[in-house]
């Protein structure tokens, strides 16, 4: 039977999924507590891995390791690099890089040290459960412009939440400066966001041979107004997100 791990990084970005997961069994391990039970009747564990890269691989290790989980989701939110990635929407992640990892000269900048990889695949077939279930959620309007601008995000009030799929980066930075933002743009144009634990999860997916599928919303743009965003977004809207499209996914899935 599968058994699935839904991770986020914080709290609020996955509240009301922990809110359906109240009667679960609690078991703490590392500081970090894993909810065991079922959601939509699937089996799962939910977990808040909490932030940055180490914190990621770690709480990906327990599940494999103590939780026997065999596939592994993220849902969480990212700076949007890519243009077209704007406040509201969706990525789901096709493959992970980390911006920050550069051992040059003696590996090229962003290779793993001994993998020979840069860019950590997600699963195809999970990726695409996840990217269909959010498909279904933004153009059933669920989260649309209006419902957004309700919860007062300005940027949010033209247009219609979209989902993209495509290179998220990671690293241990919170990007929040345009200058920063431009910089990586420049140096990788094809990513689309940017956030802090995905690449980790990845490459723990990889090593454990378990399939793995990630989606963020965009919370604010890596640029000078990021932090205000990124506060204002994770307070009202994340949460609804990852709730919604977590539903959505489940409903196509076989027991
Ligand atoms: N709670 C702290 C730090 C949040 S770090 C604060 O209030 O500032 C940001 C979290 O959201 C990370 O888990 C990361 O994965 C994601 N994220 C959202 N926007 C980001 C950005 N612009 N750069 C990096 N990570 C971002």
Known sequence: MTRLAI???MHEELAAVLALMAGAQQHRVAGR????????????????SRIGKVAAATTATVLLERFGISQMLFTGVAGGLAA???VGDVVVATEFLQHDMDAAPLFPTYEVPLYGLSHFKTDAALTAELELAAETVLQRGLLDASTLHAFGMQQAQTHQAQTHRGLILSGDRF?????ESQRLQQALPEALAVEMEGAAVAQVCHDFGVPFAALRTISDRADDDAHADFLKFVERVASRYSAAILAQFFTHRAR
């Open 7 to 9: 991770v986020s990084a």
């Open 33 to 48: 507590e894993f909810a065991v039970g079922k959601l939509h009747g699937h089996e799962v564990v939910v977990v808040l």
């Open 84 to 86: 077209q990635a704007r």
């Open 175 to 179: 990007v929040s400066t345009r200058a």
